[in-house]
């Protein structure tokens, strides 16, 4: 079974910066394509980044060079490095796996966390 803990998510003003982490699983970590979705109070959850292996990644074009996804192996944990923060990214964020899959974002992702709240201010 794959085990997914979000951690990491706050308030934050204009700006700002978070890194959300998500603990994984050891005996899934290295056999899943991982993924960072978010969702906004009365909108559709959407795909953020995602990761498969660990130089293939892939980031939403809203957020393209302001978040950056990466891998801890000695940790078994995803991060979502997140900077220029603005109040569009106010969300509920989720960690999720998937079956090995490329391009990522097209992955179907049957394991989910509970998700890290992330507020922004302006």
């Known amino acids: 079974q794959v085990q997914l803990v979000e951690s990491g998510g706050g308030s934050v003003q204009t700006g700002g910066s978070l890194r959300l982490s998500c603990a994984v699983s050891?005996?899934?970590?290295?056999?899943?394509?991982l993924g960072w979705f978010r969702q906004a109070l009365g909108k559709e959850r959407e795909w953020v980044a995602c990761i498969y292996t660990d130089s293939m990644t892939s980031v939403q074009d809203s957020v393209k060079g302001r978040f950056t996804i990466s891998q801890d192996n000695a940790k078994n944990t995803l991060h979502l490095q997140m900077n220029s923060l603005q109040p569009e990214d106010t969300a509920m964020y989720y960690c999720?796996?998937?079956?090995?899959?490329?391009?990522?974002?097209?992955?179907?992702?049957?394991?989910w966390g509970q998700g890290t709240q992330v507020t922004v201010s302006s």
């Open positions: 050891k005996s899934a970590y290295r056999w899943y394509t």
């Open positions: 999720a796996a998937a079956a090995p899959v490329w391009p990522c974002q097209r992955g179907i992702y049957n394991y």
